[in-house]
């Protein structure tokens, strides 16, 4: 790194041994190497004339990383679709499945055995009470 580069992560200036680690954090601008870290000024620790040489002590996409998984992914289509199926299926079919299923029985009834007047009316009643509610769309309750 130069002077006046910003630090992509946090790194620290590779040194001599047994020297206290000089350390940057990431966005931090490397303005030279204070005074107090007299052994790393030496031309073995530093690239060139005016560059250093620094270790990387984290990923620089660990930001990068960090939001992209934090982020809210959009329904998939599978998701959307099988909502629309769930919607359809318990709020629509299921009324018209149920209608139907009594008005076969009121018809195989009556054929077969003999109800009173009134029972038939009660049925009907009961079968209009069904495609009424289908028709206003009524759903289960989850």
């Known amino acids: 790194m130069r002077v006046g580069d910003a630090a992509p992560a946090k790194m620290v200036l590779c040194g001599p041994e047994g020297s206290p ?3 940057m954090n990431m966005g931090e601008i490397f303005k030279g ?5 007299e052994g790393y000024k030496s031309k073995s620790f530093r690239v060139g004339d005016y560059a250093y040489h620094f270790k990387l002590q984290e990923t620089p996409l660990l930001f990068q990383l960090s939001t992209v998984l934090s982020t809210e992914r959009p329904r998939t289509v599978s998701e959307a679709q099988t ?3 769930r919607n359809t299926l318990l709020g629509r079919m299921i009324w018209v499945v149920l209608a139907l299923a009594i008005f076969v029985n009121i018809f195989r009834n009556a054929f077969l055995s003999r109800f009173a007047p009134f029972t038939y009316f ?6 209009l009470l069904l495609f009424g509610l289908i028709l206003t769309n009524v759903t289960i309750p989850e």
């Not at 009660?122 to 079968?127: E, N, Y």
């Open 83 to 85: 909502e629309v199926l």
């Open 21 to 23: 680690e000089y350390t």
């Open 33 to 37: 190497v204070p005074s107090e870290f």
């Open 122 to 127: 009660l049925l009907l009643l009961l079968l």
